[in-house]
């Protein structure tokens, strides 16, 4: 893990520096690693994207396609590996099938409205954010996301009550915070 870390925050220096052929390098090193395998593809999938190399998302993606018997929750981190390829409409039917596994699953139902607010269904988005319940695990992070959404859709009065009654119920964290204040 420590190693990962570093490669990370390597990659990231390296990115930022504009020496984005060095970043994927120093990730793709990375990758021998099973154990930290997800969390270097999470980083090194979007460069690849931005750089237009689809061919080598196709075989990173291919690499961890959800084809064996997985629990709902590595569906869920597969899943956001499509999202981060741009690959909303793959993202949604992984979430849609983690959700099937593990009915419960908050982060599935997150998958899916992510999945559903990059395509622009935003109404979807939301309405499966509503299905997740106070008291849920993850209802705070489904609410910040409504907020967003309605925020992006123009519905300004009903995001801002949303976040003013987040804010209220975690006035230890920021973001609600901040979603009020950019609406």
């Known amino acids: 893990p420590a190693r990962t870390a570093a490669r990370l925050r390597l990659a990231d220096l390296q990115d930022a520096a ?26 090194l999938l979007p460069l690849l994207v931005r750089g237009g190399r689809e061919r080598e998302v196709g075989t990173l993606l291919d690499s961890v396609a959800p084809a064996g018997p997985h629990d709902g929750d590595a569906l869920v981190n597969v899943g956001y590996l499509y999202l981060s390829a741009r690959r909303p409409q793959r993202a949604e039917a992984v979430g849609r099938e983690a959700r099937e596994r593990e009915p419960s699953s908050p982060r599935a139902t997150l998958l899916v409205a992510d999945a559903l607010a990059a395509r622009g269904e935003r109404d979807e988005a939301l309405a499966e954010l509503g299905g997740i319940g106070p008291g849920a695990p993850r209802f705070v992070d489904a609410q910040l996301r409504a907020v967003a959404l309605l925020r992006d859709a123009g519905r300004l009065d009903e995001a801002l009550v949303l976040a003013r009654r987040l804010a209220k119920d975690q006035p230890s964290l920021a973001a609600p915070f901040e979603l009020a204040a950019t609406c």
């Open 18 to 43: 504009g020496n984005e052929a060095a970043a994927i390098s120093t990730l793709r090193a990375g990758l021998e690693f099973v154990e930290d395998r997800m969390a270097v593809l999470e980083r």
